[in-house]
C-alpha cells in the first residue's frame, strides 16, 4: 500500500472519530438546552407564585399576615435561586452550542482534507494526454 493510500486511509478514519465527537457534541448541547428550558420553565412558574402570594391581602389578623408575608418571601427567594440557575444553565447551554461548532469545523476540514488529498491521487493516477503525434512531412502532402 503506498503512503498516499495510507494517509487518506488516515484521514477517512479521523473524519469518522471527529464525526462521532461531533454527534457527543450534539447530544451534549441537547441536554444543555433541554435543561436550561425546563430551568426556565420552573423560574418562571416560581416567580408567578409568588407575585401571586405577595399580592394577597386577605390575612385574618395580624399573625396570619405575617406569615403570609414570611412565605411569599420564601418563594421570592427560591424564585431567585431557580433563577440564577437557570443563567447558570443557559451559559452552559451557550459553551455546549459552541463546543458543538468546533466539532462541526473539525470534522468539516478533515472531510475536506481527505476529499482534497483524494482528488490529488486521482489526478497523479491519471496518464498525461498526450497530443497529437507529428506527422512526417509537411502539410500538403
Excluded: W
Excluded at 399573625?63 to 424564585?79: D, K, M, S, T, V
Excluded at 482534507?113 to 482528488?119: G, M
Aim: hydrophobic content about 40%.
Amino acid at each position: 500500500m503506498t503512503a498516499d493510500r495510507k494517509r487518506l486511509l488516515r484521514l477517512q478514519r479521523l473524519e469518522k472519530v471527529r464525526a462521532i465527537a461531533r454527534q457527543a457534541a450534539a447530544a451534549e448541547a441537547a441536554r444543555a438546552e433541554s435543561t436550561l428550558s425546563r430551568l426556565e420553565a420552573l423560574a418562571d412558574r416560581t416567580r408567578l407564585l409568588a407575585e401571586g402570594y405577595g399580592r394577597r391581602t386577605e390575612a385574618a389578623d395580624g399573625h396570619a399576615l405575617q406569615q403570609l408575608n414570611r412565605f411569599a418571601g420564601g418563594l421570592q427567594g427560591i424564585a431567585a435561586s431557580t433563577r440564577s440557575d437557570a443563567d447558570r444553565a443557559r451559559s452552559h447551554a451557550d459553551a455546549r452550542m459552541a463546543d458543538l461548532g468546533m466539532a462541526e469545523r473539525r470534522r468539516a476540514a478533515v472531510e475536506e482534507r481527505a476529499q482534497h488529498h483524494a482528488r490529488a491521487m486521482g489526478k497523479a493516477a491519471e496518464h498525461p494526454i498526450l497530443g497529437s503525434r507529428r506527422g512526417i512531412g509537411t502539410t500538403l502532402d
